[in-house]
């Protein structure tokens, strides 16, 4: 998922409510299925490859799927992912 949005936790709002939404999804054909979603964030800082861009925010995807999964992680610009951040479980 790509986001156009300046600085600030708005990214946080999007991201929590596709979670929740995909949570909430059933799949009437198959018994007691449960759908997820984990979501790695990383916000672009200036002169940012996209590649960069991209690896951090992949980086903070698979550690969300490490974690527990139905959660969201933010990587901040060294790359280092924060843990605790908007963690859904």
């Given at each position: ?59 903070a ?5 490490a ?23």
């Open positions: 998922m790509l986001l156009d949005m300046e600085a600030g936790d708005e990214w946080r709002g999007v991201c929590e409510r596709t979670r929740a939404q995909v949570e909430a999804l059933t799949i009437e054909k198959v018994k007691d299925c449960r759908v997820s979603i984990s979501i790695g964030v990383a916000q672009y800082a200036a002169g940012e490859s996209a590649l960069s861009l991209l690896d951090r925010a992949d980086k995807l698979y550690l969300a799927k974690g527990g999964r139905n959660c969201i992680r933010m990587a901040d610009e060294s790359g280092v992912v924060q843990p605790g951040v908007a963690t859904v479980n």
